[in-house]
């Protein structure tokens, strides 16, 4: 079965970092793009970013560039979304999703659970 | 940035009869667009791809269609189960971008 399993939930402090993770199984993992979408509570969806695992070609969406890093662990099949210092405006449901083989001009076809990310003082 | 205009923000119709939601974008992205279907507590589910083509096992009364930069998402008779949230996105240019969704409600 092709799957994407993230990682669980955080609770985090303003100014603390988190990486959370997003695992393949059931496809070559390196083979497809994986994109990062955010969720912020009752509202939609933000597309942050993507990366290859085959070679960790890396595109940002300008909203998100240098807030976080996205990368990948291709010996693992994982893939990461991370904060050096998070934001109270970070919380928010994070999504994984596979998009597309070797071109990610594809829709997200595999989408993982999901991470919620909830940070507080 | 390319922006993704969904109409209506909602959209109220009864079972069984058909729904049309509609995207638009504020520059080509071509055939480059997917519609995806989120329920509450639910990740989005991918319905149709280059516009118009439909995804393996999802049921044949959803159909995707385009006339230039209008993207239309037709639920020919709706189910129970089809009320949700839909998004449009476009894949053809970075940064990739969603639309703000409809959410089809019953009526």
């Not at chain 1, 695992?23 to 509202?43: A, C, D, H, L, N």
């Not at chain 2, 385009?66 to 129970?80: H, K, V």
Request: glycine letters at 10%.
């Amino acid at each position: 079965e092709v799957q994407l399993v993230q990682s669980g939930a955080e609770v985090k402090k303003p100014g603390e970092s988190l990486k959370i993770s997003c695992k393949g199984s059931g496809y070559s993992f390196t083979s497809y793009w994986i994109g990062w979408v955010r969720q912020m509570p009752g509202k939609g969806l933000e597309w942050m970013g993507i990366i290859y695992p085959g070679d960790s070609d890396t595109r940002y969406s300008p909203s998100f560039q240098g807030q976080v890093t996205i990368s990948a662990d291709k010996s693992i099949n994982t893939a990461f979304l991370q904060w050096r210092s998070l934001k109270a405006s970070d919380t928010a449901m994070y999504y994984c999703a596979r998009q597309g083989y070797s071109t990610p001009f594809y829709g997200m076809d595999v989408w993982g659970q999901g991470t919620p990310v909830t940070v507080s003082s | 940035e390319i922006v993704m205009t969904q109409s209506p923000a909602t959209l109220s119709v009864s079972p069984g009869e058909r729904a049309t939601l509609s995207c638009r974008a504020s520059q080509s992205v071509g055939s480059n667009l997917a519609w995806y279907q989120q329920k509450p507590g639910q990740p989005p589910r991918l319905l149709i791809y280059g516009a118009s083509s439909g995804v393996t096992g999802i049921p044949a009364r959803f159909s995707g269609s385009r006339s230039g930069t209008e993207f239309t998402l037709t639920i020919s008779s709706l189910q129970s189960e089809d009320f949700a949230v839909y998004y449009c996105q476009q894949y053809n240019t970075w940064p990739f971008t969603f639309g703000q969704g409809t959410k089809l409600e019953i009526k």
